[in-house]
């Protein structure tokens, strides 16, 4: 099965810029499997928000919350996903998940979960 691995959350402050990773490891055939990956958020007290999806085609969507903010990108040579976040604001405070599936169907309800990384956005 695949692993995931975020890294680079933190504390920044509003207008500030973060970037998260997302390693991803496993069988080649896993590897081979995964064909969207993406970024979920959890604020405390609110469910878990799909942010950001990439095909392996490099198709994406965001959520409206995040359009011309965020940007997710991937490695594919190096099976890493990214999100580049700018423009942080307080209400991107949030554990981030990266997540990986065969298709955006599963994404979306029974995914490959990262552990999290949590982004604190404050002055």
């Known amino acids: 099965q695949v692993q995931l691995v975020e890294s680079g959350g933190g504390l920044v402050q509003p207008g500030g810029s973060l970037r998260l990773s997302c390693a991803a490891s496993g069988s080649i055939f896993s590897i081979f499997s995964i064909n969207v990956m993406g970024w979920y958020r959890q604020a405390p007290g609110k469910q878990r928000e799909l942010v950001a999806t990439i095909t392996s085609g490099g198709s994406t969507n965001y959520a409206d919350s995040v359009k011309g903010r965020f940007t997710i990108s991937r490695d594919n040579a190096e099976n890493t996903l990214y999100l580049q976040m700018n423009s942080l604001k307080p209400e991107d405070t949030a554990v981030y998940y990266c997540?990986?599936?065969?298709?955006?169907?599963?994404?979306?309800?029974?995914?490959?979960w990262g552990q999290g990384t949590q982004v604190t956005v404050s002055s």
């Open positions: 997540a990986a599936a065969p298709s955006i169907v599963i994404l979306t309800t029974d995914p490959r």
